[in-house]
């Protein structure tokens, strides 16, 4: 592991495949399970274990997933896939990528530079099945935001579909959810929004409140006909026990931002979907700012 600074933020970075990174769905570049703001406040956390039905699957922090799930129907049973940012799975089933399992797994080499504020990856292309990811973060502290610029270059034979989204394991000093927590976005308004499947989640004129406490999982929706698009996309967390607050701006629009919750967690995934022919390549941005 190793630690960026800038003069308000600590960060900590996990190097690919070592403690949670090294798992199967989690891409093993920009790996940041802690943050702290002038050495008081936190904000990243991780799964709760213990209260989930399915194994761990190494969710800390910032961590982002790409998703391509159907090329594991297109490997077959008993054949090798790509997870991009991951590496070759083995699909034992012939079904499509699921984080609940197991699979067998050559992990991508990663290669990592860094300096006292900033820390560069680049995710090492392997053909496989036609396909073919070339990967590059940069991730740079400065004051109080965190920037993490994205590149990523098709140099397949085949055309890629893909979804990246940050899944943000945030919480305002580990406060238990309930009426204190609220996220505002970018939206049109949501008032009279209830989970599809309950929960104490509820839409609001500028995003979600939480009516209580709960220890299980909550998922609510912002779909793209939701977005705000005269204004660029952000989501802001607040709690009003906690002087503490985080935002995420995005120089993308989402297809769409779910906002997952549980316990102590409000996980809001700005959901980044495009697609790249052979040779094609795309530069988007995701920037953080912690204040109190």
């Keep these: 592991m190793f630690y960026l600074k800038s003069d308000r933020l600590s960060a900590r970075v996990w190097e690919p495949g070592e403690g949670t990174n090294n798992l199967e769905r989690f891409d093993r570049s ?5 943050l702290t703001l002038d050495g008081k406040y936190q904000f990243l956390t991780g799964e709760p274990g213990e209260l989930l039905p399915h194994r761990l699957t190494g969710g800390k922090g910032l961590v982002s997933e790409i998703k391509a799930d159907e090329l594991g129907v297109e490997a ?43 820390a560069s990856f680049h995710v090492l292309p392997e053909l496989c099945m036609g396909y073919a990811l070339d990967e590059k973060r940069d991730l740079r502290l400065s004051g109080n935001t965190l920037t993490i610029v994205y590149h990523f ?6 055309s890629l579909s893909l979804g990246e989204y ?26 009279g929004y209830e989970p599809p499947r309950g ?6 004129a500028e995003g979600f409140g939480w ?8 998922m609510a929706h912002i779909q793209r006909e939701n977005v705000d698009m005269s204004r660029p ?18 120089s993308f629009f989402p297809e769409k931002a779910p906002v997952w919750s549980i316990d102590h967690i409000v996980s809001c995934e700005c959901y980044n979907a495009f697609t790249l022919a052979p040779g094609e390549s795309i530069d988007y941005w995701r920037r953080w700012t912690f204040g109190d």
Excluded: Q
């Design 30 to 34: 920009c790996y940041v399970d802690e």
């Design 76 to 118: 077959g049973k008993g054949g090798w896939f790509p997870k991009f940012g991951v590496g070759l799975l083995k699909n034992e089933t012939g079904e499509k990528f699921s984080f609940r399992s197991p699979y067998e797994m050559k992990p991508f080499e990663v290669e990592v530079e860094k300096g006292k504020d900033w």
């Design 153 to 158: 270059k098709n140099v397949g034979e085949k």
């Design 166 to 191: 940050v899944h943000n394991f945030m919480t305002i000093e580990k406060k238990p959810l309930g009426p204190a927590y609220r996220l505002t976005a970018a939206v049109k308004g949501l008032e």
């Design 199 to 204: 929960g104490p989640a509820y839409g609001t």
């Design 211 to 218: 009516r209580d406490y709960t220890n299980s999982s909550c």
């Design 233 to 250: 996309f952000f989501w802001k967390l607040t709690n009003g026990e906690s002087p503490a607050w985080v935002m995420e701006e995005t």
